[in-house]
């Protein structure tokens, strides 16, 4: 993972509704809650996406937006998202290269992992979390790193 404090890598990939999306968009405009979650319509991948979902607008309360990221192509993403009614963006890494480039390692040593990170609206990682079984760790770990006054 990389490490709280440094600069967020920025990126831009598809979204499941094929339009592009940079990180870099938001800074200066609002926290990002970046989580990459192994696969699309798979049990506990379904439980964060909802846990996320459901946690959604306290997220936003918290002047956050929530960005997910899977190796999944742009139309798993768009019916994964309609199936869940999800009010956040899925964002599509096919080759893996922004996965790569937040140290994002797999999960023993064979499924992709399972990271959350908080970045703060100057671009800087406040908050990580790898836990790659217990989905709704990551909201609430999300939840309590943007209350934290760091992130303001």
């Not at 909802?50 to 019916?79: K, W, Y």
């Not at 998202?81 to 599509?92: E, V």
């Not at 890494?93 to 100057?122: C, M, Q, S, W």
């Not at 760790?137 to 006054?149: F, I, N, P, Y």
Request: with cysteine; glycine share 6%; charged share 20%.
């Amino acid at each position: 993972m990389l490490e709280v404090g440094t600069p967020a890598p920025d990126f831009e990939l598809l979204d499941q509704d094929g339009v592009p999306v940079r990180l870099s968009a938001y800074k200066d405009q609002s926290h990002v809650v970046l989580f990459f979650y192994p696969k699309d319509n798979t049990l506990v991948c379904t439980l964060e996406v909802c846990a996320f979902r459901d946690a959604h607008a306290e997220l936003m309360g918290s002047d956050a937006v929530v960005l997910g990221i899977s190796n999944d192509p742009v139309g798993s993403h768009q019916t994964f998202s309609k199936r869940w009614n999800l009010p956040y963006q899925l964002l599509s890494d096919p080759e893996g290269a922004v996965r790569k480039a937040y140290a994002v390692n797999k999960t023993l040593g064979f499924f992709a992992g399972r990271v959350t990170y908080v970045i703060d609206r100057d671009g800087i990682i406040r908050h990580a979390v790898n836990d790659p079984l217990r989905a709704s760790h990551h909201v609430r770990e999300a939840l309590d790193a943007l209350a934290d006054h760091s992130t303001s």
